[in-house]
């Protein structure tokens, strides 16, 4: 029982960086946080994960570049986009996880980022 919002899309160039902030209205200390994303014509994929254990992990194509963080304390979660590619354009999607549930049970709006070559 919590709500996500988006913050933090917008447009930057190649090789640019950008920050994303995804804001809970609830404590979610006991969820697993998730940012996935969805391009124009693909699938949506996970991005990025971080368990409420502190456990993290990245899709390849986006390792070395992003990097998400959690603060518990504020409900907050980050998605920190480094050397961004026009391949990184996309929705990006904030989605929390509880223990023992094999889905993603709460989604954000979704921010749009959009790069430039």
């Known amino acids: 029982q919590v709500q996500l919002v988006e913050s933090g899309g917008g447009l930057v160039q190649a090789g640019g960086s950008l920050r994303l902030s995804c804001a809970a209205s609830g404590t979610f200390s006991r969820y697993a946080m998730g940012w996935f994303r969805r391009a124009t014509g693909k699938q949506r994929e996970l991005v990025a994960r971080?368990?409420?254990?502190?456990?993290?992990n990245y899709a390849d194509s986006v390792k070395g570049r992003f990097a998400i963080t959690r603060d518990n304390a504020k409900n907050m979660v980050y998605l920190q986009m480094n050397s961004l590619k026009p391949d990184d354009a996309a929705v990006y999607y904030c989605a929390a996880q509880r223990i023992g549930v094999p889905i993603y049970d709460y989604w954000g709006q979704g921010t749009q980022v959009t790069v430039s070559s």
């Open positions: 971080v368990t409420s254990g502190g456990a993290i």
